[in-house]
């Protein structure tokens, strides 16, 4: 399975990313494909500690519920997203959301397993496999909801 922490496949977004445009209508869901990479960016910078979301107390911080969206089960589209994590979507510069982005996989791929990133507000504590799961599949989900 993918993670964030695998370098080809931190690659492959990357080449992903550049086909993004700013007119690309979403297969699902309200946001345009800046809005889009926005809130990529943003849950990004939620893992590495610089954004910070409102944790929640719901029933997928725990075992075995947490493994199984994790890894198993299809993302829903159109589920409800932090407000932290949409905040700036409306306001986003396609080429200044490219770059972030393309900024923001070279800092992940710093991560170790030794690195504390900031508890999931949905998940709680994930270990590092399940976070670089997890952000690799939302990243994947919210691409092909663009096309790429």
């Known amino acids: ?76 589209k159109g589920a409800p997203t932090a407000p932290e994590l949409i905040a700036r979507c409306d306001s986003a510069n396609l080429a200044d959301e490219q770059k972030a982005y393309v900024e923001l996989l070279a800092r992940l791929a710093a991560v170790t397993p030794q690195t504390k990133l900031q508890d999931h507000p949905a998940f709680g504590k994930l270990t590092h496999r399940a976070y670089g799961v997890l952000i690799a599949r939302h990243t994947d989900h919210h691409f092909r909801q663009f096309g790429l």
Do not use: C
Not at 7 to 19: G, I, M, P
Not at 36 to 50: C, F, K, P, Q, T
Not at 51 to 74: D, E, G, H, S
């Open 1 to 76: 399975m993918a993670t964030a922490w695998d370098s080809s496949f931190r690659a492959a977004l990357a080449d992903r990313v550049k086909r993004l445009n700013a007119d690309a209508k979403p297969a699902w869901g309200k946001l345009n494909a800046t809005g889009m990479l926005a809130h990529v960016n943003d849950s990004y910078r939620m893992a590495l500690g610089e954004l910070y979301v409102k944790p929640k107390n719901l029933p997928i911080r725990f075992t075995p519920i947490k493994q199984l969206i994790i890894y198993v089960a299809p993302f829903p």
